[in-house]
């Protein structure tokens, strides 16, 4: 008899029905297997895989609003101009009359648009900033009166360090554009101490939610079926497999896949004719994973001949970015062979820890530079009839995702860096994270009779995809 292992499922509905139905979505069609059969992704999806790895919460909204708070720390940019006042000099005038000073680029600061766009930027008094060259200086005072164009007072640690001309790059006839980070403060004895806070800039993100539907039409010939006990509480649950619905349930399953992946966001101009009331009905559409990180996420381009600095590359950036020691690469299958090629070249100089785990979920992990890569294929990128469709570019997508919760930068709720949001069924059919019901002249609840002695069963989700660490992510990519 089944026993319940996948959460997302929820028996009470069926638990009231006469002739309760199920559908593969629940991941237990075979009670004989038992536990192990929460192990089964009978159509290969990957949100079935999302939903076997945690990676699927419910909601209650229809828009699922998160925040993402910018990063605990900065390295920032000094601005880029053909006029040097523009970029650093000697303060005329003001509190900080004869301070050296420099200007930060637009880059950092934040946030880039809205109405406090260019307001608010990392640096403040007592903070120190340190070039490459081991040039250190002590922000006396800060003037962020203009946005984007904030401008740091600046004292020297040491007077025999490099002045900041000796320290300012100049290529061409291009002065600036230097990083430098901030490493400490210092203050004066019995000081006040840090009397600027940083103001919290999050940028807000809204997450859709899609309804996807499909049905199977029993003819009178046509009908045969399973039944499935399954124990919930003190009562068992007779439950019913419809044979000929796996094609429905198979095409059901990509049409969520490609949703939930590859959807672009609707812009509020799509509609619906309901064919009983003639009424004209708006239709919503989630923004798929990869939708997502095109517009949020930062970016690695390859060419055609990649090499193993590739993997290096992809490294450093994010290490930048504070990814954490653990991370997923999704990958399409083309990004895969070279993959192989990358496992061939490290296992040589020993540089690469690589280890195939023979587990249901085909990960296989590559630890290198300190950080543990859990690499899967993301097969959505390489369906012949889909994303891997001739002349589509996905199969040589690549993601590199982090692990870790990310905090929500306003209610500090941990969250999943990348997760499907559900809402819970409701009503006859109910099933948890999904619905199926059946209607016709021919079936066995009586709910619903017409001129065709047929059954018609009905399958209904209601999910979306939700990136609450969008800017956390690397989309690595072909040049075109």
Do not use: C
Request: proline share 4%; net charge neutral; no cysteine.
């Amino acid at each position: 008899m089944a026993t319940e292992i996948n959460t997302y499922n929820d028996h009470a509905i069926a638990a009231t029905e006469t002739y309760p139905l199920i559908s593969n979505f629940s991941f237990w069609l075979k009670p004989q297997v038992g536990a192990e059969l929460f192990n089964i992704n009978p159509m290969e999806t990957e949100w079935g895989d999302f939903m076997k790895m945690g990676l699927m919460t419910p909601v209650n909204g229809e828009e699922i609003i998160h925040s993402e708070a910018g990063s605990l720390f900065d390295a920032p940019v000094v601005a880029s101009s053909t006029t040097v006042g523009n970029v650093y000099g000697t303060q005329s005038g003001g509190d900080f009359n004869g301070y050296q000073y420099v200007i930060l680029a637009t880059e950092s600061h934040s946030p880039l648009t809205g109405t406090y766009a260019g307001k608010f930027s990392y640096p403040r008094q007592g903070q120190h900033i340190l070039f490459r060259n081991n040039s250190e200086w002590r922000i006396a005072g800060t003037d962020k009166t203009t946005a984007f164009a904030h401008k740091l007072f600046l004292q020297k640690v040491q007077a025999s360090m490099a002045s900041l001309a000796s320290t300012i790059t100049l290529t061409g006839s291009t002065y600036g554009g230097d990083r430098f980070i901030i490493p400490t403060n210092s203050w004066e004895e019995a000081t006040l101490g840090q009397q600027k806070g940083l103001v919290p800039a999050p940028k807000t993100y809204t997450s859709w939610m899609q309804t996807f539907t499909d049905r199977y039409e029993v003819t009178d010939l046509a009908e045969g079926n399973e039944t499935y006990p399954y124990k919930y509480g003190d009562k068992t649950i007779n439950y019913t497999y419809e044979r000929g619905i796996l094609e429905t349930e198979t095409r059901m399953a990509a049409y969520m896949d490609n949703g939930l992946f590859l959807q672009n966001k609707d812009d509020g101009n799509l509609s619906n004719i309901d064919p009983e009331t003639g009424e004209a009905r708006s239709v919503y559409t989630t923004q798929g994973y990869i939708q997502n990180l095109e517009t949020n996420a930062q970016k690695i381009y390859y060419d055609t001949t990649p090499s193993v600095s590739l993997f290096r590359q992809i490294g450093r950036l994010r290490r930048s970015m504070q990814q954490g020691g653990k991370v997923m690469l999704w990958a399409g299958s083309e990004v895969l062979y070279i993959m192989e090629d990358f496992i061939t070249a490290f296992g040589v100089n020993g540089a690469m820890v690589y280890n195939r785990n023979a587990i249901d979920l085909s990960i296989s992990t590559i630890k290198t530079g300190g950080v543990v890569y859990n690499i899967k294929p993301l097969n959505i990128l390489d369906h012949p009839k889909f994303g891997g469709a001739p002349g589509f570019p996905y199969p040589k997508y690549a993601i590199v995702a982090p692990m870790d919760k990310i905090a929500d930068a306003k209610t500090n709720i941990p969250r999943n860096a990348f997760q499907i949001i559900y809402k819970k069924a409701k009503g006859v059919g109910a099933r948890g994270h999904y619905k199926i019901w059946e209607i016709g002249a021919n079936s066995r609840s009586g709910s619903g009779v017409n001129e065709r002695a047929n059954r018609v069963i009905k399958m209904y989700v209601h999910m979306g995809m939700q990136v609450v660490a969008a800017s956390k992510h690397i989309l690595v990519k072909p040049v075109v």
